[in-house]
Nanobody, 120 residues
Framework: VQLQAFGGGLVQPGGSLRLSCAVS????????MGWYRQAPGKQRDLVAT???????NYTDSVKGRFTISRDNARNTVYLQMTSLKPEDTAVYSC???????????????WGKGTQVTVSN
């Protein structure tokens, strides 16, 4: 199972970016998916999560600005980021709780991060 994130880059304050993360490989199902971020010198923090049924959860600092969604047919999770602030600058990573076989355990997999820089 592999996860690959796309969509990072440099954006001005107030701008928008859309991140995507696709799950590939052999598996039975995907449960929760999420986005985390790590700023320089800080720990990795939760940004948003989404269940297989579409239930969402956000950290307070991004509520109203970021939207997490998923396309189950494409095994992909998205993070639409608007009204970006310099403090959103970080490496953004995606994860997915994946069941490899029908009756197997659910394990967490992480994708390689993508840099988001908000600056003039």
């Amino acid at each position: 199972v592999q996860l690959q994130a796309f969509g990072g880059g440099l954006v001005q304050p107030g701008g928008s970016l859309r991140l995507s993360c696709a799950v590939s490989g052999s598996f039975s199902s995907i449960n929760d998916m999420g986005w985390y971020r790590q700023a320089p010198g800080k720990q990795r923090d939760l940004v948003a999560t989404i269940t297989s049924g579409g239930g969402t959860n956000y950290t307070d600092s991004v509520k109203g600005r970021f939207t997490i969604s998923r396309d189950n047919a494409r095994n992909t999770v998205y993070l639409q980021m608007t009204s970006l602030k310099p403090e959103d600058t970080a490496v953004y990573s995606c994860n997915a709780w994946v069941r490899r076989t029908t009756f197997g355990r659910v394990l967490i997999y992480w994708g390689k991060g993508t840099q988001v820089t908000v600056s003039n």
